[in-house]
Each structure stands twice: as structure tokens, then as C-alpha cells.
């Protein structure tokens, strides 16, 4: 658990932020009589610590008060790199959703003119409000809740695609997904076109899932690229999951050594081929949702090797 070191709003936009010390946060809106609140970034925070190795770099030539990177809340002895989209802080009163992390930053801002450098992109993080109250300096703050793993459903099938028939498989693996405690938060359907597979995938990356499952296109029909479109957009490859669902697969019919289905994570998303099958869907998402856990929680920094 740590603690806020500093309360900063400004009143006006294009202005530094200063601390007061103590605020009322309001839910779904921000600080107020702060110029960025009801914005999409509701509440900004910034780990005191980042800014103690930015004031070290700097061998402390620039003046940083608190404020001076633009954050609404300083805190001490929260490990941001183990939050996500999703994690809830609990800062004193307030409870809070983190919503980005990190964000663009302009080159001619006030900030990079008063400090030289901004560390808001790299070690900033955005939330909103949930349940709104008073914060003060030396309240405690920290990790509340961290979001169940979230998982997108992508069925590819010309047929499917195009009404030939109801998309049953990809119903059968978000089903499986709800019963394991994962959150479904989406559920789509593409064709078997290996390009719009791809683009698809990348759709669906950009939502920052845990975990995506794709039903379908990974046999031997021409038609059947869903592993090449995985591997197109993979940065590195997690080949053991799929080699695991074909040796379980292989208990149940001998067909399986037919599947040519990949495993990948991009970024922080792993990504997993599963049968077309909603039979075989439904058999290969109860196996292994329980086993890539860890694998999981290790992607999102909250599990130690």
C-alpha cells in the first residue's frame, strides 16, 4: 500500500498544475475545478518516484513541484508497471479504473518548457471515477481491484460470414470463457479472406484483451490461413499451447494432427487457435483456460516466473 504525496489541479488549460493538497473527486467527471477533468483522461497520476529519477538525471538543475508533468495525483509506493486497463486504485476515499497508460505527448508543451522532458508518456497513467470523495496528501493509495482476464472471441468463416448458417462455435468458446470467470468483450465474425483475418486480429489487439480465441480456418482447405494471419501479426510465438490442444485433441480422434492451429502473443494479448468445431471448441477451450492462467498473469506483470 502507498500513500498520495500530492493533490494538483489547474484551473485553467495550457497552465502547470499546482498542489492543494486536498481535493474533491467527482465520479465520472474528475477533480474538481480541475481544466482537464470530464475529459476521456478523467484523473491523471504519476508516481513520486518517477519523478525522483527524472530530478536525479537532471542533478537536480530543474525545479519539479509537484504538478510539473501535468498529473492530478503524485503517489509513492504504487508499482504502476503492474497495472492495466482495468486495474482499480483505491485513493483514499476515492476509488478509481485505470482507462491508458501512458498517452502521446506534444514536443512544444508547457511541460517539456519548464522541465526540459516529460515522463507523463512513458510512466503516467489515466483512470476514471468510479466512487467519488475527498483525497488528501498522506492519504493511502493503491491496488484495489485488478480486472478479471478479458478475452475476444473471433470466428472465421465464409459460410458464417455470410448467413450460411448461425456462428455456434464462437457462441460455444465465449461461453466456456464466462463459465471460467473470464470476461468476454467482444465477440466478432469474419470471413476466411487471410487479409481481413488479419485486420481483424489487429481490431481486436487495439482493445488490449488478455487473451484472444479464434474458432475456425486451420485446416488444410485453401481457404484455411488463420494461422498464417496469426503469425503476420505475432511478436513472439507461444507454440506450446497449440501443441498442447493437438496432443489432448489426439486422445479424442486422430484427426487432430490435421489441425495446423498457432499460438502467439502480441504485446501483452496472447492469441490462440482453436477448432472450427463448436464440439471441439468447446473440448479445447475447457482444457486449456485453466492452464494458461499463469501465462496470463505473467504477460501482465502481476505473477513472478
Do not use: W
Not at 45 to 56: A, G, K, N, Q
Not at 67 to 92: A, P
Not at 188 to 196: R, T, V
Amino acid at each position: 500500500m502507498g500513500r498520495i504525496t500530492a493533490v494538483c489541479i489547474s484551473e485553467k488549460k495550457g497552465t502547470v498544475k499546482k498542489d492543494i493538497g486536498r481535493c474533491l473527486v467527482i465520479k465520472g467527471y474528475g477533480l474538481a475545478h480541475d481544466a482537464h477533468a470530464g475529459s476521456e483522461r478523467q484523473v491523471s497520476l504519476l508516481p513520486s518516484e518517477s519523478v525522483e529519477r527524472f530530478r536525479e538525471r537532471t542533478d537536480g538543475k530543474v525545479s519539479l513541484p509537484a504538478g510539473v508533468f501535468g498529473e492530478n495525483i503524485l503517489t509513492e509506493g504504487i508499482d504502476y508497471e503492474k497495472c492495466h486497463v482495468g486495474t482499480r486504485l483505491r485513493c483514499g476515499e476515492v476509488l478509481l479504473e485505470i482507462t491508458q497508460i501512458g498517452k502521446k505527448c506534444h514536443t512544444d508543451c508547457e511541460i517539456r518548457r519548464i522541465a526540459g522532458d516529460c515522463i507523463m508518456p512513458g510512466e503516467g497513467v489515466f483512470a476514471k471515477v468510479l466512487e467519488g470523495g475527498y483525497i488528501s496528501v498522506g492519504d493511502s493509495a493503491g491496488i484495489a481491484v485488478s480486472r478479471p482476464f478479458s478475452v475476444c472471441v473471433l470466428t472465421v468463416s465464409d459460410r458464417a460470414f455470410h448467413g450460411g448458417y448461425a456462428d455456434e462455435s464462437g457462441a460455444v468458446t465465449a461461453d466456456v470463457c464466462r463459465e471460467s470467470g473470464f470476461e468476454v468483450t467482444e465477440t466478432a465474425l469474419c470471413d476466411d479472406d487471410e487479409n481481413n483475418v488479419e485486420k481483424e486480429l489487429l481490431r481486436l489487439c487495439e482493445l488490449s484483451p488478455d487473451l484472444i480465441l479464434t474458432t475456425g480456418g486451420t485446416g488444410f482447405s485453401m481457404r484455411d490461413r488463420v494461422p498464417e494471419a496469426t503469425l503476420r501479426i505475432a511478436d513472439r510465438n507461444a507454440s506450446g499451447i497449440a501443441e498442447a490442444i493437438r496432443s489432448y485433441s489426439m486422445g479424442i480422434t486422430p484427426k487432430a494432427m490435421l489441425s495446423r492451429a498457432v499460438s502467439v502473443i502480441r504485446g501483452r494479448t496472447l492469441i490462440v487457435n482453436m477448432p472450427g468445431s463448436p464440439r471441439a471448441a468447446r473440448e479445447c477451450a475447457e482444457y486449456i483456460l485453466p492452464h494458461i492462467r499463469h501465462g496470463i498473469e505473467l504477460l501482465r506483470g502481476e505473477a513472478d516466473k
